[in-house]
């Protein structure tokens, strides 16, 4: 089993920046992909991020390309997102989830994943 904790949300104004982490414990994440989704009120769950085992390859949603960026420290068994030119529609609750499959491609749909956090709240005021 792999247990995951989201932190680092908050209130911040548009245009400032947040950087969330996904820590895992139970067993190391290193040989998975990890993927950032985010919900906001009344909307589905939405990809944001991916990233592949070694963090050599990464995948993201087209509205947050340029604006946020996943990374990983393998050796801390974490995963962070950082998030830059915020804007009030990234305002929802960010998850980061687990996928348990050695290899393969980098996916956005949410039922490819295994484990999910409780996720972070993210609230960006205009």
């Known amino acids: 089993q792999v247990q995951l904790v989201e932190s680092g949300g908050g209130l911040v104004q548009a245009g400032g920046s947040l950087r969330l982490s996904c820590a895992a414990s139970g067993r190391s994440i290193s040989r998975y992909a990890v993927g950032w989704f985010r919900q906001a009120p009344g909307k589905e769950r939405e990809f944001v991020a991916a990233?592949?085992?070694?963090?050599?390859?990464?995948y993201y949603l087209d509205s947050v390309k340029g604006r946020f960026t996943i990374s990983r420290d393998n050796a801390k068994n974490t995963v962070y997102l950082q998030m830059n030119s915020l804007k009030p529609e990234d305002t929802a609750v960010y998850y980061c989830?687990?996928?348990?499959?050695?290899?393969?491609?980098?996916?956005?749909?949410?039922?490819?994943?295994?484990?999910w956090g409780q996720g972070t709240q993210v609230t960006v005021s205009s």
């Open positions: 989830a687990v996928r348990a499959v050695v290899g393969g491609r980098l996916y956005g749909d949410s039922g490819r994943y295994d484990y």
């Open positions: 990233i592949s085992s070694s963090g050599g390859d990464t």
